[in-house]
């Protein structure tokens, strides 16, 4: 079992950058690949980026490449996501997530075993 929580997102403003991190605790955390979603108000849940489990490879949704960049640090059990040029359309709750296995479904949250609660990030025009 390994326990996913996410730190606070927030209420930025559009250009704006906003560093969002997730801390995992339970089973060894190098054994994960790790991997971020989104899920905006009625709308389903989409792949953001995701993370290898030595942090050597990283893959991007088209949406937020170039701006969002995703890192792990497996010496304190964390993954983030920075987020920069922030659009109203990166509004919504973004979770985490993390999965033994990183090869099949790594864009779709059918990819990914556990989950992170999620934390909202606000981006107004």
């Known amino acids: 079992q390994v326990q996913l929580k996410e730190s606070e997102g927030g209420l930025v403003q559009a250009g704006d950058s906003l560093r969002i991190s997730c801390a995992a605790s339970?089973?060894?955390?190098?054994?994960?690949?790790m991997g971020w979603f989104r899920q905006a108000p009625g709308k389903e849940r989409e792949f953001v980026a995701t993370?290898?489990?030595?942090?050597?490879?990283?893959y991007y949704a088209d949406a937020v490449k170039g701006r969002f960049t995703i890192s792990r640090d497996n010496a304190k059990n964390t993954v983030n996501l920075q987020m920069n040029s922030l659009k109203p359309e990166d509004t919504a709750v973004y979770y985490c997530?993390?999965?033994?296995?990183?090869?099949?479904?790594?864009?779709?949250?059918?990819?990914?075993?556990?989950w992170g609660q999620g934390t909202q990030v606000t981006v107004s025009s």
């Open positions: 993370i290898s489990r030595g942090g050597t490879i990283t």
């Open positions: 339970g089973r060894t955390f190098s054994d994960y690949a």
């Open positions: 997530a993390a999965d033994r296995d990183w090869g099949d479904n790594i864009y779709s949250p059918l990819g990914y075993t556990y």
